[in-house]
């Protein structure tokens, strides 16, 4: 799976998800997969879109309908817009789940990221049973050894519970090494996500 972050500061996040909608309605290619996006309440908007493959990815970029649509909607961002390309991208649980109510996206260097995946998939077997508010999880590792982790809660008021008490035993445990494996995380609360789809 391939995976692209976008990043950058808006003054009308109401036009910004007009033109993510409208890009959806009109120019959605084959192997896109799904689109998580939104703004904090600091007008901080991320836009986190992920493809089949790369070359899904790229077929997209050099469309002449694209370019025209990232014309229109560049001017919504009041700063310049980052990107990041992701060939590297893991799924777990429900990975990009359109039935969160409350979206975190951190951004991170990684210390170990082989040790991070496998921490992962420690963590989809235990988080059903001890986090059941977390539906989806998605890592897209950076070129520069950097990732985009995006977390998918039911709902904020449950994430902020599960945080508030903190998790116990074997759960603590790994998520304790997680933490100590990130490097600057920088977060990014979503708490009105738009999670857009292709339409079966």
Do not use: K
Not at 19 to 45: C, N, R, S
Not at 109 to 121: I, K, S, Y
Not at 131 to 155: C, K
């Amino acid at each position: 799976m391939f995976t692209q972050v976008i990043e950058g500061r808006v003054d009308d996040a109401a036009a910004l998800r007009r033109q993510l909608e409208g890009w959806v309605a009109d120019l959605a290619p084959p192997g896109w997969l799904g689109t998580t996006a939104g703004v904090t309440a600091d007008d901080d908007a991320v836009i986190i879109v992920r493809f089949a493959s790369t070359t899904d990815a790229h077929a997209t970029s050099i469309r002449p309908e694209q370019d025209a649509w990232w014309r229109d909607t560049q001017p919504l961002f009041a700063s310049p817009v980052t990107f990041r390309d992701c060939a590297d991208t893991e799924v777990y649980l429900a990975g990009g789940s359109d039935d969160a109510g409350f979206v975190q996206v951190i951004r991170a260097g990684v210390a170990d990221p082989h040790r991070q995946n496998e921490l992962a998939r420690e963590l989809e077997a235990l988080l059903p049973r001890h986090r059941p508010e977390i539906v989806g999880l998605t890592i897209a590792r950076h070129e520069d050894g950097g990732m985009t982790q995006v977390v998918y809660f039911a709902d904020e008021e449950q994430a902020r519970r599960g945080e508030r008490d903190g998790p116990m035993g074997e759960l603590a445990e790994i998520l304790a090494e997680w933490r100590d494996l990130l490097d600057h995380p920088h977060y990014l609360d979503l708490p009105d996500p738009w999670l857009l789809s292709p339409v079966s």
